[in-house]
């Protein structure tokens, strides 16, 4: 009985944490003038996520929300104002007990800048002639995880963790693209897209945005962010026959939206050719 009322009392605890977290986030909706129904979508299934485990810190709640939303297509969609209501909601738990720097207030670095501190550490603590970190297969990423924050930050990780896996996908979306699996190649493009937006921090909400539209048309199988990101095109692969209706469904959940031109002329259709190949020559 005792414990039946520990975990009540820990349970509205954490419910009042979550519901605090939520108006703030809404907060901040509603002065963005952010689409509110997508943003209340994501933002909820995190918290509900979230509810069902215990935690004691309002930091670790937050974390556990992160992570929720990043499984989703609308992650950045949301991302902005994840990062503001933290900010403040936090603020007071950010300082480790050793006194040392907290994350946010490192000086802000490029994701390049930030690979390349990461992999001075992964010399330190996996191989001191390790060339860069594509050379870093699973066994050594599980190591650098273990290693824990006050070691390699939560952010430098992240970045280890886009390369590792990144080059795993394009191993394996070259053996799809061989086999003519496109249903493969599409989920390994759309998981690229999400890696580049999350572990790598270089898309941007609009075109996140973009992207869940694309993917919430039955039929698409796979989309993504292009470019070195902070805005501009999203690659979607589609049969053809598709294209009109991936239009429609663009004008309708994006185009629209944002009050843009006609979205046909917005949409780019390419077809596959006979392009570079390999060939051995005696």
Do not use: C
């Not at 990043?70 to 209501?85: I, N, P, S």
């Not at 937006?197 to 539209?213: C, M, N, T």
């Not at 006609?262 to 060939?279: H, L, N, S, Y």
Request: hydrophobic share 40%; proline share 4%; charged share 30%.
């Amino acid at each position: 009985m005792a414990k039946k009322k520990i975990l009540i009392e820990q349970d509205e605890s954490l419910s009042g944490r979550l519901g605090e977290f939520g108006s703030a986030v809404m907060q901040i909706v509603e002065e963005k003038g952010l689409p509110k129904e997508r943003v209340i979508e994501v933002v909820e299934a995190a918290l509900s996520a979230a509810y069902k485990r215990d935690y004691g810190k309002k930091s670790q709640v937050i974390k556990v929300v992160f992570d929720e939303v990043a499984k989703t297509a609308q992650y950045f969609l949301v991302k902005e104002v994840v990062d503001e209501t933290t900010r403040e909601f936090v603020s007071e738990e950010e300082s480790d007990a050793d006194g040392s720097e907290p994350e946010s207030s490192r000086e802000t670095a490029t994701p390049v800048a930030e690979s390349a501190e990461a992999l001075e550490i992964a010399r330190r603590h996996l191989n001191s002639s390790l060339p860069n970190l594509a050379a870093i297969d699973r066994a050594g990423l599980r190591r650098l995880e273990q290693l824990g924050a006050s070691v390699l930050l939560p952010t430098l990780l992240k970045r280890v963790r886009h390369v590792v896996t990144e080059t795993e996908r394009v191993q394996s979306g070259m053996r799809a693209m061989i086999a003519g699996d496109w249903r493969t190649f599409g989920d390994l493009m759309t998981a690229s897209g999400r890696s580049s937006a999350v572990d790598y921090d270089i898309s941007h909400p609009r075109v996140e945005e973009l992207v869940a539209a694309a993917l919430s048309l039955p039929g698409v199988l796979g989309a993504r962010m292009m470019g070195g990101g902070e805005g501009g095109t999203a690659l979607i692969l589609l049969p053809r026959t598709l294209v009109p209706a991936l239009t429609d469904r663009l004008t309708d959940e994006y185009y629209r939206r944002h009050n843009m031109a006609d979205a046909a002329t917005f949409v780019r259709v390419f077809g596959f050719a006979p392009g570079a190949k390999i060939e051995h020559v005696d």
